[in-house]
């Protein structure tokens, strides 16, 4: 038996050796396509297949949908759930990648050309992919791609599958469905049309029939075409067989019916979510939707079967959904009152930040700003911000007017406290203490309300168990904020994450209170000049310091008690202005917040009437306000706008009678008033251009006249600052220190938070600690000669020269003034230059800052030659040919550039430049075009042994081996 065993072996073995030698992916028969194609099915497909699967169920676990927005279609439409799965999604590109190298068959079969060939022959010889399992490779790498978020890489995929299997219809229909999916989710809505309009021109085979539906249903779900949609959601949910998909693809039919006005279709839509047992989470949304779409007439019955819905502990993490229901019927039977009701209800016994409670609040909020209740609109969007998406519709809305309101509120906050205190200053005493003891009364209540709700919460996390089993999810905590917690696992930075910015300004309230957002808000003195000579033109925000308001001496230790001690009516008398002083600083504060109200109910919410209101009970009541003459200029304005000129007219009478002084009389009487309202900054932006052309060329004589026009025509342009620094730094030039002095103090007083007010300060400084100032001209010539004092000296030069060495790293450099040109629009075209132009090398491209200008430098040369071959192709690029010419270039090395300032100024190395580096001609157009360094897979070149033909003796030609980084397979562009 052995010998038998031991005869068989040799050519048992030889044939194995033959068979692999035939499946080699260099030879296209029928046993190695059916070799590669079962290797690729069972071995490494089906990891990547598992891999997939498990990404997508860690996907779906994971994923937190928002109920009372439209679905997406696809889990990554939501940017929470974007990153899971991501791992296994990796794992499966990675094994489909390696199917792809190994078992990809691109090699033609051999034809017999004796025989004659039929379409279905012609069609089989023009494939550029023989191995006929290998396009669910792609296929899947494709998916992958797509789930993981990688849509670019997805596009790219699916791209050369389409042109990979473009003479199989199927795959070719397939790969297209998903190609113009991707581009949906991009937001590319014309290359999605481009793709489905190609397609549409042929049949849809029935293998890609079931993609397609998809494809479509998210493209009209993606342009708002609910109709459509709904047709193509109901094909896809006759197709899927996953009930827990179905369930969210039923709820997701449900709203689309819902805003098609087809409440009985919605609310069948709903039963059949519910029908299909999913998580409680979608149960119970879909039973809160079900509410929101019956008939009418039955809104009594809704209503008590959610307040049922309410009563249940399982429902106690949803409370803040159930009141929103509630709310929305009332709002729908146009009953406001109850509908904020039922919203604050549900905002209070909210047990977490979420994306509902945000979305209530929301509603809540718009509905006190169009009641022109501004204190709880802020509350409410204030709230809401650090609980919802930035890509919901009306957030932006949103977020602008809590800007506005963090303005506003505070001054109508005042308006209100100051009126009711001024009010009880006049009531007899026992009257202001009845007021008082009610308002005690009303606080121990809430407290002892506070109290029970906390008990109850208490209680409840002591029974712990029972309840949890009723109660699928939900987290228990109380209603107060609270920090972004370690589950959300968001990479991105701190202060783009909404909840964690809301905690921060949560945090900073109650620690400060309620501050104007403003700059340096813990510094009196908000300028760099500490000198008392400046005019104190501060606000009481101003004055404002990290100590709390200016207290009286320490009193005794009882009566201290008894202020501090809000159940006390001492804490309250406390406050009542029932002294002259008292009530002459109540006065004061009710003035500054009418005139501030109304000047922001004009400006930005353009609530006319409100403005009118407030402005003209400041004129009324205090005729003597400090700032009367802006109101009246505000007034005059807003009247205007009204169309009501004849009271407009009133105000410039009033002004020029009793405000002859005033700037803002000047600013109304002036002719050029409404020339400078619609021409006013191109005019004054074309007059600086010009004076600082002419405070460069030494022409000082037009600097003050033109300076002189600023002042009487543009006392409040932007360019203000500008105008007062060139003035005072002429004037200075003339030998009038003081007057230079003047313009400096002005522009820090004015203008603090300006670029210019810095070095106006500094210059104040100086002379005030015992330096001289000294006139002269200051623009880029004197940068451009300047190096450093100690190195002046002949001697010091010598011992270190410029070198003319043309190897090593080399710069382009821009040298100029930031007042010259627009730095940002420079920068900006110098990137996009680089990128677009140069796709084999990055240019390092950064802004120096120098004393008196700016420098930009452009590294990653490798030599003189490259630096000046890109030197010679940027001066060739019209858009930045006007923005360069404003600067001084050179071509300098990095050692060269060190020496810059010190020992060598521009000026010298550009004499140097024209010596030894002008007459050097480039020797090659093509350098920039090759990578600057090669990098091999082990650090070094691979070589290869040439191959021999046995028969002919001759090198056999290469074979191009099969990898992904090919050109072949380059998913990169299409």
Same mark, same amino acid.
């Given at each position: 038996?052995?010998?038998?065993?031991?005869?068989?072996?040799?050519?048992?073995?030889?044939?194995?050796l033959?068979?692999?030698?035939?499946?080699?992916?260099?030879?296209?028969?029928?046993?190695?396509?059916?070799?590669?194609?079962?290797?690729?099915?069972?071995?490494?497909?089906?990891?990547?297949?598992?891999?997939?699967?498990?990404?997508?169920?860690?996907k !779906?676990n994971?994923?937190?949908?928002?109920?009372?927005?439209?679905?997406?279609?696809?889990?990554?439409?939501?940017?929470?759930?974007?990153?899971?799965?991501?791992?296994?999604?990796?794992?499966?590109i990675?094994?489909?990648?390696?199917?792809?190298?190994?078992?990809?068959?691109?090699?033609?079969?051999?034809?017999?050309?004796?025989?004659?060939?039929?379409?279905?022959?012609?069609?089989?010889?023009?494939?550029?992919?023989?191995?006929?399992?290998?396009?669910?490779?792609?296929?899947?790498?494709?998916?992958?791609?797509?789930?993981?978020?990688?849509?670019?890489?997805?596009?790219?995929?699916?791209?050369?599958m389409?042109?990979?299997?473009a003479?199989?219809?199927?795959?070719?229909?397939?790969?297209?469905?998903?190609?113009?999916?991707?581009?949906?989710?991009l937001?590319?809505?014309?290359?999605a049309?481009?793709v489905?309009?190609?397609?549409?021109?042929?049949?849809?085979?029935?293998?890609?029939?079931?993609?397609?539906?998809?494809?479509?249903?998210?493209?009209?779900?993606?342009?708002?075409?609910?109709?459509?949609?709904?047709?193509?959601?109901?094909?896809?949910?006759?197709?899927?067989?996953?009930?827990?998909?179905?369930?969210?693809?039923?709820?997701?039919?449900?709203?689309?019916?819902?805003?098609?006005?087809?409440?009985?279709?919605?609310?069948?839509?709903y039963?059949? /979510?519910?029908?299909?047992n999913?998580?409680? !989470?979608?149960?119970?949304?879909?039973?809160?939707?079900?509410?929101?779409?019956?008939?009418?007439?039955?809104?009594?019955?809704?209503?008590?079967?959610?307040?049922?819905?309410?009563?249940?502990?399982?429902?106690? %993490?949803?409370?803040?959904?159930?009141?929103?229901?509630?709310?929305?019927?009332?709002?729908?039977?146009?009953?406001?009152?109850?509908?904020?009701?039922?919203?604050?209800?549900?905002?209070?016994?909210?047990q977490?930040?979420?994306?509902?409670?945000?979305?209530?609040?929301?509603?809540?909020?718009?509905?006190?700003?169009?009641?022109?209740?501004?204190?709880?609109?802020?509350?409410c969007?204030?709230?809401?911000?650090?609980?919802?998406?930035?890509?919901?519709?009306?957030?932006?809305?949103?977020? =602008?007017?809590?800007?506005?309101?963090?303005?506003?509120?505070?001054?109508? %906050?005042?308006?209100?406290?100051?009126?009711?205190?001024?009010?009880?200053? *006049?009531?007899?005493?026992?009257?202001?203490?009845?007021?008082?003891?009610?308002?005690i009364?009303?606080?121990?209540?809430?407290?002892?309300?506070?109290?029970?709700?906390?008990?109850?919460?208490?209680?409840?996390s002591?029974?712990?168990?029972?309840?949890?089993?009723?109660?699928?999810?939900?987290?228990?905590?109380?209603?107060?904020?609270?920090?972004?917690?370690?589950?959300?696992?968001?990479?991105?930075?701190?202060?783009?994450?909404p909840?964690?910015?809301?905690?921060?300004?949560?945090?900073?309230?109650?620690?400060?209170?309620?501050?104007?957002?403003?700059?340096?808000?813990?510094?009196?003195?908000?300028?760099?000049?500490?000198?008392?000579?400046?005019?104190?033109?501060?606000?009481?925000?101003?004055?404002?310091?990290?100590?709390?308001?200016?207290?009286?001496?320490?009193?005794?230790?009882?009566?201290?008690?008894?202020?501090?001690?809000?159940?006390k009516?001492?804490?309250?008398?406390?406050?009542?202005?029932?002294?002259?002083?008292?009530?002459?600083?109540?006065?004061?504060?009710?003035?500054?917040?009418?005139f501030?109200?109304?000047?922001?109910?004009?400006?930005?919410?353009?609530?006319?009437?409100?403005?009118?209101q407030?402005?003209?009970?400041?004129?009324?009541?205090?005729?003597q306000?400090?700032?009367?003459?802006?109101?009246?200029?505000?007034?005059?304005?807003?009247?205007?706008?009204?169309?009501?000129?004849?009271?407009?007219?009133?105000?410039?009478?009033?002004?020029?009678?009793?405000?002859?002084?005033?700037?803002?009389?000047? /600013?109304?009487?002036?002719?050029?008033?409404?020339?400078?309202?619609?021409?006013?900054?191109?005019?004054?932006?074309?007059?600086?251009?010009?004076?600082?052309?002419?405070?460069?060329?030494?022409?000082?004589?037009?600097?003050?006249?033109?300076?002189?026009?600023?002042?009487?025509?543009?006392?409040?342009?932007?360019?203000?600052?500008?105008?007062?620094?060139?003035?005072?730094?002429?004037?200075?030039?003339?030998?009038?220190?003081?007057?230079?002095?003047?313009?400096?103090?002005?522009?820090?007083? %004015?203008?603090?938070?300006?670029?210019?007010?810095?070095?106006?300060?500094?210059?104040v400084?100086?002379?005030?600690?015992?330096? *001289?100032?000294?006139?002269?001209?200051?623009?880029?010539?004197?940068?451009?000669?300047?190096?450093?004092?100690?190195?002046?000296?002949?001697?010091?030069?010598?011992?270190?020269?410029?070198?003319?060495?043309?190897?090593? !790293?080399?710069?382009?450099?821009?040298?100029y003034?930031?007042?010259?040109?627009?730095?940002?629009?420079?920068?900006?075209?110098?990137?996009r230059?680089?990128?677009?132009?140069?796709?084999?090398?990055?240019?390092?491209?950064?802004? /120096?800052?120098?004393?008196?200008?700016?420098?930009?430098?452009?590294?990653?040369?490798?030599?003189?030659?490259?630096?000046?071959?890109?030197?010679?192709?940027?001066?060739?690029?019209?858009?930045?040919?006007?923005?360069?010419?404003?600067?001084?270039?050179?071509?300098?090395?990095?050692?060269?550039?060190?020496?810059?300032?010190?020992?060598?100024?521009?000026?010298?190395?550009?004499?140097?430049?024209?010596?030894?580096?002008?007459?050097?001609?480039?020797?090659?157009n093509?350098?920039?075009?090759?990578?600057?360094?090669?990098?091999?897979?082990?650090?070094?070149?691979t070589? *290869?042994?040439?191959?021999?033909?046995?028969?002919?003796?001759?090198?056999?030609?290469?074979?191009?081996?099969?990898?992904?980084?090919d =050109?072949?397979?380059?998913?990169?562009?299409?």
């Amino acid at each position: 038996m052995y010998k038998r065993f031991k005869n068989m072996l040799p050519p048992v073995v030889s044939g194995l050796l033959v068979l692999l030698t035939a499946c080699s992916t260099q030879h296209n028969t029928a046993q190695s396509r059916w070799w590669h194609a079962f290797n690729t099915r069972y071995n490494v497909y089906y990891n990547a297949s598992q891999a997939y699967i498990d990404g997508c169920l860690e996907k !779906e676990n994971g994923n937190q949908d928002n109920y009372t927005d439209l679905l997406p279609l696809y889990y990554i439409g939501n940017k929470g759930s974007l990153q899971l799965g991501s791992g296994q999604f990796d794992k499966a590109i990675e094994k489909c990648r390696k199917a792809i190298q190994l078992h990809s068959i691109k090699r033609h079969p051999v034809w017999n050309k004796q025989r004659r060939k039929t379409a279905r022959d012609t069609e089989w010889l023009n494939r550029r992919e023989y191995n006929p399992f290998l396009w669910k490779a792609w296929l899947l790498m494709g998916r992958s791609q797509f789930q993981k978020g990688d849509l670019e890489e997805a596009v790219s995929t699916f791209s050369h599958m389409s042109r990979l299997y473009a003479t199989q219809p199927a795959i070719h229909q397939k790969a297209q469905a998903w190609l113009a999916k991707c581009h949906v989710e991009l937001g590319e809505r014309y290359n999605a049309e481009d793709v489905i309009r190609n397609m549409q021109r042929d049949s849809i085979l029935w293998q890609a029939q079931k993609e397609w539906d998809y494809t479509l249903t998210d493209y009209f779900l993606h342009i708002k075409d609910y109709a459509r949609a709904a047709a193509h959601l109901g094909r896809v949910i006759a197709r899927e067989q996953r009930h827990r998909q179905k369930a969210r693809e039923w709820f997701l039919m449900g709203q689309l019916q819902s805003r098609l006005n087809r409440p009985q279709e919605a609310y069948k839509a709903y039963a059949r /979510v519910i029908a299909l047992n999913p998580p409680y !989470e979608l149960e119970f949304n879909a039973r809160i939707a079900m509410t929101e779409v019956m008939a009418d007439g039955q809104q009594r019955q809704t209503i008590a079967k959610l307040h049922r819905m309410a009563a249940s502990d399982k429902n106690r %993490d949803y409370l803040e959904q159930v009141f929103y229901a509630i709310g929305n019927i009332h709002l729908g039977q146009k009953d406001t009152l109850r509908a904020i009701r039922a919203y604050e209800e549900g905002g209070r016994k909210a047990q977490k930040n979420s994306w509902s409670k945000g979305v209530l609040l929301q509603r809540l909020g718009d509905l006190y700003w169009s009641r022109q209740r501004f204190g709880d609109a802020r509350r409410c969007y204030t709230e809401a911000i650090g609980m919802l998406d930035k890509s919901r519709q009306g957030y932006q809305q949103m977020t =602008e007017r809590s800007v506005i309101l963090d303005e506003l509120v505070p001054f109508t %906050d005042q308006i209100a406290l100051q009126d009711s205190l001024l009010l009880l200053a *006049t009531l007899p005493e026992d009257q202001r203490n009845e007021a008082i003891d009610r308002t005690i009364a009303a606080l121990k209540r809430k407290e002892k309300a506070e109290r029970a709700a906390a008990e109850g919460t208490e209680t409840v996390s002591a029974a712990g168990g029972n309840a949890a089993a009723n109660r699928p999810t939900g987290d228990r905590r109380t209603n107060q904020p609270t920090f972004p917690q370690a589950q959300d696992k968001q990479n991105t930075w701190y202060f783009y994450n909404p909840m964690a910015v809301n905690a921060g300004k949560e945090t900073f309230r109650r620690i400060w209170g309620n501050r104007q957002n403003t700059d340096d808000w813990q510094r009196k003195n908000k300028t760099v000049v500490g000198s008392t000579d400046l005019t104190d033109a501060s606000t009481p925000a101003a004055n404002d310091t990290l100590a709390a308001p200016t207290a009286p001496e320490k009193p005794k230790a009882e009566d201290t008690r008894a202020e501090s001690d809000p159940h006390k009516r001492e804490y309250y008398l406390a406050q009542i202005p029932l002294t002259e002083a008292q009530q002459a600083e109540s006065h004061r504060l009710l003035a500054d917040a009418l005139f501030h109200s109304g000047v922001i109910f004009k400006d930005k919410l353009d609530e006319f009437t409100l403005s009118r209101q407030a402005l003209e009970r400041l004129e009324r009541e205090f005729p003597q306000f400090e700032q009367m003459d802006e109101a009246c200029y505000h007034l005059y304005l807003l009247h205007a706008r009204m169309s009501q000129m004849a009271l407009a007219d009133s105000y410039i009478e009033r002004l020029k009678q009793h405000f002859k002084d005033s700037k803002w009389t000047a /600013v109304l009487t002036d002719p050029y008033f409404k020339e400078n309202a619609v021409m006013g900054q191109q005019l004054e932006d074309s007059l600086y251009g010009a004076t600082y052309d002419a405070f460069k060329a030494g022409q000082y004589a037009t600097v003050n006249a033109n300076r002189a026009v600023s002042d009487k025509r543009f006392p409040m342009g932007a360019n203000r600052d500008k105008f007062l620094f060139i003035g005072g730094l002429s004037r200075l030039n003339d030998g009038d220190t003081h007057a230079c002095l003047a313009d400096m103090q002005q522009l820090v007083a %004015d203008h603090p938070t300006s670029r210019l007010s810095e070095l106006a300060g500094m210059i104040v400084n100086g002379v005030k600690a015992g330096r *001289t100032p000294h006139g002269g001209p200051l623009h880029m010539d004197q940068l451009w000669q300047r190096r450093a004092a100690v190195m002046s000296d002949s001697d010091s030069i010598a011992s270190v020269q410029l070198s003319a060495d043309t190897q090593g !790293e080399y710069l382009y450099i821009l040298v100029y003034s930031p007042d010259s040109l627009n730095e940002n629009q420079l920068l900006f075209e110098m990137a996009r230059y680089n990128f677009t132009n140069y796709l084999v090398r990055n240019f390092e491209l950064g802004i /120096v800052p120098l004393e008196g200008g700016h420098r930009m430098e452009v590294g990653g040369f490798l030599n003189y030659e490259e630096a000046l071959l890109y030197a010679r192709q940027l001066a060739q690029q019209q858009p930045l040919k006007g923005l360069v010419a404003k600067a001084h270039s050179l071509i300098i090395s990095r050692a060269n550039l060190e020496l810059i300032g010190r020992q060598f100024s521009y000026a010298d190395y550009q004499a140097f430049y024209d010596e030894h580096f002008a007459p050097i001609k480039l020797t090659r157009n093509d350098l920039l075009n090759q990578p600057a360094e090669l990098i091999y897979k082990d650090g070094k070149p691979t070589t *290869t042994v040439p191959q021999t033909d046995k028969k002919t003796g001759k090198a056999k030609p290469k074979q191009k081996t099969v990898d992904l980084n090919d =050109e072949y397979y380059d998913l990169e562009g299409f």
